[in-house]
């Protein structure tokens, strides 16, 4: 089955009860309000944080202020500062806030020795994560281009006075803001009291970022996500300035609260994700009555996979499963029956596709239990198989025929690899428009996946055919169907100044 444009949804469908629909709302009803932009950084905690129902009467306790003698010592490295007249000086700052994923150490990794082989000076942020710190600094130094980067942490120091302070500060303004935050929104729609946790975080991380700004210069900065902490905080803080901002896609774009891009720039993976980002932005803004800030969408590549040109393999005839049956996904997006179905449609092509010999299935990074598959190998214990804990998604991919799975990144990658990549889909599923580049050929209604799977495994022919047809898609969503090339050139265009 095909889908036409008229049976797609627009941006984004959810299924009832997901939480994303819920941080949608109350995402349009802040950003709307004179407050929009100072409560910016913690937009994305909506789609954990937000409820059905009135606010609750109660209102959060005190919180508890630093003592009077941590207050005192706390301030005396931002009197030092205050009185020094020299600053930070540097071409480009660089923030990763990476999780603890390989693939993201690597990315910042690339984008901070591009730009310092393309001759700027370098300093690269680190927030709270020591072996962040570790991995870039042994990147820089194997490059041999610690002349031109520093690798520093944001102040203050974790474990000292200014540091107890600064938290103390965060948990005062998270106080105020949880209150200003529920007072702004629907009638039908609260913030839970365990919000105010997460936002003291983050105001703290806004405090020290505030502070730290006053002693440095910089003309551009690069942050990995415009909606992590202290992503947001530079991304607010530098509209008021002429330094200019860019930030990069991190994935599929799955939930509207990534939005809008206060950065001036949109480092994406290809045509599609700028066409539909720059949609979504535009979207915001009239329905808000504010401005889009974002001014420029560049279609860069593959910003975290490799990209190898793969040949489906022919015997045997390998399915690799990409599950993506998680809790923060079934809760998130809806997807508790989405999984379930998917899990169906899959075992229905193993009893019923003449030419499948094997199923391979890769569990999300965050399904330990395997939840959902956990019984298929001991049925079909000579057809059915999990992927190997720890082995890569090349691994996976080069010992397959063809590949399925929703919206997962791991499917797109596959695609631009040259393998049949099938998105199964159907009308009240979780829908993202950042995957229309796929729909007519690759999008696949799960009662008809068993038979279309076995049409595409029905000969090397018909394998190269469909091939093909991922590969064409695939040029739409990365730019020209490949990876970032993290040289010169790109490091001057992703560099370059953007005027207000």
């Given at each position: 089955?095909?889908?036409?444009?008229?049976?797609?949804?627009?941006?984004?469908?959810?299924?009832?009860?997901?939480?994303?629909?819920?941080?949608?709302?109350?995402?349009?009803?802040l950003?709307?309000?004179?407050?929009g932009?100072?409560?910016?950084?913690?937009?994305?905690?909506?789609?954990?944080?937000?409820?059905?129902?009135?606010?609750?009467?109660?209102?959060?306790?005190?919180?508890?202020?630093?003592?009077?003698?941590?207050?005192l010592?706390?301030?005396?490295?931002?009197?030092?500062?205050?009185?020094s007249?020299r600053?930070?000086?540097?071409?480009?700052l660089?923030?990763?806030?990476c999780?603890?994923?390989?693939?993201?150490?690597?990315?910042?990794?690339?984008?901070?020795?591009?730009?310092?082989?393309?001759?700027?000076?370098?300093?690269?942020?680190?927030?709270g994560?020591?072996?962040?710190?570790?991995?870039?600094?042994?990147?820089?130094?194997?490059?041999?281009?610690e002349?031109?980067?520093?690798?520093?942490?944001?102040?203050?120091?974790?474990?000292?006075?200014?540091?107890?302070?600064?938290?103390?500060?965060?948990?005062?303004?998270?106080?105020?803001?949880?209150?200003?935050?529920?007072?702004?929104?629907p009638?039908?729609?609260?913030?839970?009291?365990?919000?105010?946790?997460?936002?003291?975080g983050?105001?703290?991380?806004?405090?020290a970022?505030?502070?730290?700004?006053?002693k440095?210069?910089?003309?551009?900065?690069?942050?990995?996500?415009?909606?992590?902490?202290?992503?947001?905080?530079?991304?607010e803080?530098?509209?008021?300035?002429?330094?200019?901002?860019?930030t990069?896609?991190?994935?599929?774009?799955?939930?509207?609260?990534?939005?809008?891009?206060?950065?001036?720039?949109?480092?994406?993976?290809?045509?599609?994700?700028?066409?539909?980002?720059?949609?979504?932005?535009?979207?915001?803004?009239?329905?808000?009555g504010?401005?889009?800030?974002?001014?420029?969408?560049l279609?860069s590549?593959s910003?975290?996979?490799a990209?190898?040109?793969?040949?489906?393999?022919?015997?045997?005839?390998t399915?690799?499963?990409?599950?993506?049956?998680?809790?923060r996904?079934?809760?998130?997006?809806?997807?508790q029956?989405q999984?379930?179905?998917?899990a169906?449609?899959?075992?229905?092509?193993?009893q019923?596709?003449?030419?499948?010999?094997?199923v391979?299935?890769?569990?999300?990074?965050?399904?330990?239990?395997?939840?959902?598959?956990?019984?298929?190998p001991?049925?079909?214990?000579?057809?059915?198989?999990?992927?190997r804990?720890?082995s890569?998604?090349?691994?996976?991919?080069?010992?397959?025929s063809a590949?399925?799975?929703?919206?997962?990144g791991?499917?797109?990658?596959?695609?631009?690899?040259?393998?049949?990549?099938?998105?199964?889909?159907?009308?009240?599923?979780?829908?993202?428009?950042?995957?229309?580049?796929?729909?007519?050929?690759?999008?696949?209604?799960?009662?008809?996946?068993?038979?279309?799977?076995d049409?595409?495994?029905?000969?090397?022919?018909?394998?190269?055919?469909?091939?093909?047809?991922?590969?064409?898609?695939?040029?739409q969503?990365?730019?020209?169907?490949?990876?970032?090339?993290?040289?010169?050139?790109?490091a001057?265009?992703?560099?370059?100044?953007?005027?207000?």
């Open positions: 089955m095909t889908f036409a444009g008229s049976e797609m949804p627009g941006s984004f469908a959810y299924p009832p009860g997901a939480r994303a629909a819920l941080a949608a709302r109350a995402q349009m009803a950003w709307a309000s004179p407050e932009r100072r409560l910016y950084p913690y937009f994305a905690l909506l789609e954990t944080h937000i409820h059905p129902g009135k606010a609750a009467s109660r209102a959060l306790p005190p919180p508890r202020r630093a003592g009077l003698s941590a207050r010592l706390g301030w005396q490295p931002q009197l030092a500062g205050r009185v007249v600053k930070l000086r540097c071409d480009v660089v923030v990763g806030e999780r603890d994923r390989e693939t993201e150490y690597r990315l910042m990794a690339r984008i901070a020795c591009s730009a310092a082989e393309a001759g700027h000076s370098v300093l690269y942020l680190v927030c994560n020591h072996e962040e710190h570790r991995r870039i600094h042994e990147a820089v130094r194997s490059a041999g281009l002349s031109r980067v520093t690798v520093m942490d944001l102040p203050p120091a974790a474990g000292s006075l200014a540091a107890s302070v600064t938290c103390a500060e965060g948990r005062l303004a998270a106080h105020k803001d949880w209150q200003t935050m529920g007072s702004l929104l009638e039908d729609l609260k913030i839970s009291e365990g919000a105010y946790d997460a936002m003291a983050i105001a703290s991380v806004r405090l970022w505030q502070r730290f700004r006053e440095i210069d910089f003309d551009v900065a690069i942050v990995r996500c415009h909606f992590t902490p202290l992503g947001a905080s530079i991304a803080s530098e509209m008021d300035r002429p330094t200019t901002v860019a990069t896609q991190h994935g599929v774009i799955c939930s509207p609260t990534w939005f809008p891009i206060l950065t001036d720039r949109y480092i994406c993976f290809g045509p599609a994700s700028a066409a539909f980002a720059a949609r979504l932005d535009a979207e915001i803004a009239e329905r808000t504010r401005e889009a800030i974002c001014a420029d969408f279609p590549g910003l975290y996979d990209l190898p040109p793969l040949q489906p393999q022919h015997q045997p005839r399915l690799l499963v990409i599950d993506q049956n998680t809790r996904g079934s809760q998130l997006l809806g997807m029956e999984n379930g179905e998917f169906g449609a899959i075992e229905r092509a193993l019923s596709c003449t030419n499948l010999d094997r391979i299935i890769r569990p999300h990074p965050d399904n330990k239990a395997r939840e959902g598959w956990a019984d298929l001991e049925r079909y214990p000579s057809r059915v198989e999990f992927s804990p720890g890569s998604l090349e691994e996976n991919l080069t010992a397959s590949v399925a799975g929703m919206f997962s791991a499917v797109v990658t596959a695609a631009a690899c040259g393998l049949p990549a099938l998105f199964v889909w159907r009308e009240g599923w979780y829908y993202t428009g950042d995957l229309e580049c796929f729909r007519d050929r690759l999008f696949t209604h799960p009662e008809e996946l068993p038979q279309k799977l049409a595409i495994l029905s000969s090397p022919a018909s394998l190269s055919e469909w091939s093909m047809v991922a590969r064409e898609a695939a040029r969503y990365y730019r020209d169907g490949g990876e970032c090339p993290f040289d010169r050139e790109w001057e265009r992703a560099l370059a100044l953007v005027s207000r």
